[in-house]
């Protein structure tokens, strides 16, 4: 899906009509975050050590927010306030509601 020029990769469902309106949702623990190029490009605006995961807030290019848990063992030594990364969104996992009556 296209959103502002980012491309967020949901695995659609069968059930949904082409050009049908959507809203895409991603938990924290479903965005993978990694140095270098190979998805969504933003910048580490904080990181919180929260015990088991460590909160990263990224800012991506167009100004959204994003928010990413990243376990404390994998995350705590690798990522600094200032740097930039890459988010790669695990489609399989994407949260897809149809319509426009969200809440």
Known sequence: ?????????????????????????????????????????GRIETTTFLGPVVRLTIKLASG???????????????WARGMTVSLKPDAQRAVIIAGENLP
Not at 33 to 38: H, L, P
Not at 70 to 78: I, V
């Open 1 to 41: 899906m296209d959103a502002s020029g980012e491309f967020w990769p949901p695995v659609l469902k069968p059930h949904l009509a082409p050009g049908e309106t959507i809203t895409i949702l991603y938990r924290p623990e479903h965005i993978g975050v990694a140095q270098g190029v190979g998805g969504l490009a």
């Open 64 to 78: 959204r927010i994003v928010i990413v848990d990243r376990p404390s063992h994998e995350a705590g030594h690798l």
